[in-house]
């Protein structure tokens, strides 16, 4: 098939092993399509959007929310539309929660008296 990959081939084509491509498949960000063998079929656009779900995951987003950007996402970002805009504004609201509670762990770990 002309334009489509296997499992391998993106895996080579993206630098992400097989068993994490699997893993994004079963958290339903990476929806493949099935030849008459049964295997995984990927599309043309399919690297893009691994290294999109890469990128995502490296901001801290969960795959729930990943899941929820994906369809929104073009080729230089996310389109920007309330659901996007309420995904990002909850993940950045639970990375400055962490920040607030990394900085009180910090200065409470300063504050401790060495004599």
């Not at 990943?66 to 909850?90: D, F, H, K």
């Given at each position: 098939m002309a334009?489509?990959?296997?499992?391998?081939?993106?895996?080579?084509r993206t630098g992400v092993p097989t068993r994490l491509l699997r893993y994004y498949e079963e958290q339903?960000?990476?929806?493949?399509?099935?030849?008459?063998?049964?295997y995984r079929i990927y599309d043309d656009?399919?690297?893009?959007?691994?290294?999109?779900i890469r990128?995502?995951?490296g901001t801290g987003l969960s795959t729930r929310a990943i899941r929820e950007l994906l369809p929104c996402a073009t080729e230089v970002g996310i389109q920007g539309c309330a659901r996007s805009r309420a995904v990002l504004a909850e993940g950045l609201s639970r990375i400055d929660e962490r920040i607030q509670d990394l900085t009180r762990r910090r200065s409470a770990l300063i504050d401790i008296p060495l004599t």
């Amino acid at each position: 098939m002309a334009g489509h990959m296997l499992i391998g081939e993106l895996s080579r084509r993206t630098g992400v092993p097989t068993r994490l491509l699997r893993y994004y498949e079963e958290q339903g960000l990476l929806v493949p399509q099935r030849d008459s063998n049964d295997y995984r079929i990927y599309d043309d656009r399919a690297p893009a959007t691994v290294l999109r779900i890469r990128e995502l995951l490296g901001t801290g987003l969960s795959t729930r929310a990943i899941r929820e950007l994906l369809p929104c996402a073009t080729e230089v970002g996310i389109q920007g539309c309330a659901r996007s805009r309420a995904v990002l504004a909850e993940g950045l609201s639970r990375i400055d929660e962490r920040i607030q509670d990394l900085t009180r762990r910090r200065s409470a770990l300063i504050d401790i008296p060495l004599t």
